[in-house]
């Protein structure tokens, strides 16, 4: 039997060099400095006023985005950095980092001189690089890029003073636009008072194709997915003028669509392939045309069907989408899946679910889900800082790691491979780090993923 010994623990600090306990962002500041992320901000970031003896946007920027992914929130994001010196040495700041109110300054600095622009521009950029080092595996689903177009409530309480808020269960709240390429956040906005989810999401589109998604080019290989929100001639029309682009919507927002649906024919319906008749009772699915009132011509409708136990009516899920059953990705789904059109054409908007999940880096493990100010250009600005920080640490985990290890939510990637300790000291006009760890895993996952970056 293996037991516990009670022991008295002392302690006492060290004496020698400094020490940080984020010694792992190294792999943050070497993705960073490999994609010119801080040379572009140097060149595209509106210039501080009064930084004489003070700080530039760079190191702001660089101090905010090493903050918040090492647990650091709001504007207050810089402020481990400043009682951390062997950290500064390790990302480049060894001069300092700014405190609060440096930070708030900065960001009120940025909104009055256009930042947002700036830092979009920035962030597209960055977005591009990540994807060009990124493996298809990361990127790909089923042969498509999703591009997933959706929005989200922010959390002010029941303080109307915040810029934008909108009320909503009773509550004041924010709602921020968003725009993904597979797993990198590509640009978000703020819908302003008058303007709804959609609207702010659909002008977020144009940017991202021309200066993502064509430069990358994954034009022939984007496939939006989106819910039931976008399934409207608005919307669709939007996505339809781009005509390498092909879409699955959700198509519960449209009246009469179920009853279309529940009107073919018994021989219009196929058995679902591989469905569990617990879970799915009676399933099957259906292509059939709908044609909605302001519509020009109709669209091509994908319905699910199924009937639960003991019930005398089948229920209906659809969606709507501009793809054939001749596209040659779809072709090799159905084959190695062997299922239908429709059914692969389910499977495709199964994975806005998981698109869905990848809010939680941002909301949750970034702590975004309560904007840090009142005024709606400084959060817009706030916002734009966060989403450099979540495409770098989401870069880490897709372009450095593998298996497992590329999938980890950001609070783990934090803990196991952010949260390091090292001794950061300079030699031969480089900053080296020596890291401590017991962990052979480790060691061999962090120098694996060092030796991927070093290509970048």
Avoid at 172 to 179: F, I, P, Y
Avoid at 380 to 390: N, R
Wanted: charged share 25%.
């Amino acid at each position: 039997m293996i037991e516990k010994r009670d022991r008295v623990v002392k302690t006492q600090w060290a004496e020698d060099e400094a020490i940080t306990a984020w010694g792992g962002l190294a792999l943050v500041e070497s993705l960073a400095h490999r994609t010119g992320l801080w040379s572009q901000a140097r060149r595209r970031l509106p210039r501080r006023t009064r930084t004489e003896a003070g700080y530039d946007s760079t190191t702001v920027l660089a101090s905010m985005i090493h903050g918040l992914l090492s647990g650091s929130r709001g504007t207050y994001a810089a402020e481990p950095l400043r009682q951390d010196e062997a950290l500064r040495r390790l990302v480049g700041l060894e001069a300092g980092a700014p405190e609060e109110a440096t930070v708030w300054r900065a960001l009120g600095q940025w909104a009055e001189r256009d930042g947002a622009t700036a830092l979009g521009d920035l962030q597209r950029r960055l977005c591009r690089r990540l994807i060009a080092q990124t493996p298809m595996a990361a990127m790909r689903v089923e042969g498509f890029t999703p591009l997933f177009l959706d929005g989200t409530w922010l959390e002010v309480g029941r303080d109307s003073q915040f810029e934008g808020a909108k009320f909503f269960d009773g509550a004041a709240k924010l709602m921020l636009s968003t725009l993904w390429v597979g797993p990198y956040l590509a640009a978000q906005s703020f819908a302003v008072e008058g303007q709804g989810e959609m609207t702010a999401s659909l002008g977020l589109i144009d940017a991202v194709w021309r200066q993502v998604v064509a430069p990358a080019k994954l034009k022939a290989s984007a496939l939006f997915l989106i819910d039931a929100l976008y399934g409207n001639q608005t919307a669709l029309a939007d996505i339809e003028a781009r005509k390498e682009a092909r879409y699955v919507a959700g198509a519960g927002g449209l009246a009469g669509v179920e009853t279309t649906a529940a009107e073919q024919p018994e021989t219009q319906w196929r058995r679902a392939a591989h469905a569990d008749p617990k879970a799915w009772p009676e399933s099957a699915w259906c292509v059939h045309g709908f044609m909605a009132a302001d519509w020009p011509a109709p669209r091509t409708v994908v319905t699910h069907r199924w009937r639960p136990e003991g019930e005398m009516f089948f229920h209906y899920a659809s969606v709507l989408t501009n793809l054939t059953p001749d596209d040659p990705r779809l072709i090799e789904m159905m084959r190695r899946c062997k299922i239908g059109f429709a059914e692969a054409v389910g499977r495709l908007y199964d994975r806005k679910g998981a698109m869905e999940n990848q809010f939680k880096d941002a909301l949750i493990d970034l702590g975004l889900h309560h904007p840090p100010c009142r005024e709606l250009a400084r959060n817009e600005v706030f916002y734009a800082v966060a989403a450099l920080a979540l495409d770098l640490a989401v870069g880490v985990r897709r372009i450095a790691m593998r298996g497992a290890e590329g999938a980890m939510r950001l609070w783990r990637l934090r803990r196991e491979f952010f949260a390091v300790p090292a001794r950061v000291a300079r030699h031969a006009r480089q900053m080296q780090a020596r890291l401590y760890s017991t962990s052979n895993r480790l060691r061999s996952s962090f120098e694996s993923a060092m030796a991927r970056l070093a290509c970048c």
